[in-house]
């Protein structure tokens, strides 16, 4: 077990591990080391990140060899996979270690990381970030924490490293909570953003002028432009990978139907996400606009 922190005050310069390296987390991981951390690394395929980084053959190892864990995995099933058993991380963490939890997941899975934690004297938080491989890259991602304020202190050097601002959103599972409104929102207003265009088109308007007007006007916020610029140009690399947004805001419809929260606008989007995703899982998000547009103009 390594020694690179206390347990109880914040994280020293030590060893940190990733549980999921792809292209957020290993964004993250540079301003980590840029910070002055060590990195390792796990992912199922051995891959990731930018050549740089160890990587280590399960998710144990990594704990074993981190004093503080950052898992960023893709979903539910990917987080119990790296986190439980005998090669998971939990099994090789030890008492007053640090558990952060950036997966977007179902606030479930978060509370059961979080318990799980508890009893082998992990601390946990859910720590979901706001942001795309643009603000990861910048180190400028929001980080929405669920957990003790004295745990988000011992994260925040981590948290100051990759992100413009942490928000301690509250217990454990709030973290997720937060993250599931603010992408239900983004993935609704984008669909009200595409289905706009395409009446537009559909309606005979010039499309440079139609995509030069929504850049003008303030009710389309700079996330959604940036997805316009995109979708101008039809370059659907991915920052927020369909599959992913879709995969939240199906999230989002469970808990708040367990909630008897009235999500109409989000389940009407979730369908229009769920068709991009069938064309296209692995192009950004935004690719919805090509779905539509193709719709209205093919004869």
Aim: glycine share 12%; aromatic share 4%.
């Amino acid at each position: 077990m390594s020694d690179d922190n206390d347990g109880k005050g914040t994280v020293e310069k030590g060893t940190v591990g990733f549980i999921g390296f792809g292209a957020m987390a290993s964004r993250m991981g540079r301003h980590v080391r840029e910070a002055g951390y060590r990195i390792v690394a796990y992912t199922p395929s051995g891959k990731g990140g930018d050549g740089t980084t160890p990587f280590l053959p399960t998710p144990r190892a990594v704990a074993e060899a981190a004093g503080t864990v950052i898992a960023c995995v893709p979903d539910d099933e990917a987080l119990a996979a790296s986190m439980y058993g005998e090669s998971g991380a939990l099994a090789g963490m030890g008492a007053g270690t640090l558990l952060i939890n950036a997966s977007s997941v179902s606030p479930e899975a978060a509370l059961a990381l979080a318990d799980a934690g508890a009893h082998r004297d992990v601390a946990v938080l859910d720590a979901p970030v706001s942001g795309s491989t643009p603000e990861a890259d910048a180190g400028a991602l929001v980080i929405m924490v669920g957990g003790t304020a004295a745990d988000v202190a011992r994260a925040q050097p981590i948290f100051d490293a990759i992100g413009k601002a942490t928000i301690h959103a509250g217990p454990s599972g709030s973290g997720a909570k937060l993250k599931l409104v603010v992408n239900g929102i983004m993935g609704a207003t984008l669909a009200a953003v595409a289905e706009g265009v395409a009446y537009g088109l559909a309606a005979g308007l010039d499309r440079d002028m139609l995509f030069d007007t929504l850049d003008s006007v303030a009710v389309i916020s700079p996330h959604h432009k940036r997805k316009l610029k995109a979708a101008r140009a039809g370059d659907f690399t991915p920052q927020f990978p369909t599959r992913l947004m879709q995969k939240d805001m199906r999230l989002l419809l469970t808990d708040a139907a367990r909630l008897a929260a009235p999500a109409v606008t989000v389940a009407a989007a979730t369908q229009l996400l769920s068709l991009t995703r069938r064309a296209d899982a692995d192009a950004d998000y935004s690719a919805l606009f090509a779905v539509l547009e193709q719709i209205v103009t093919s004869p």
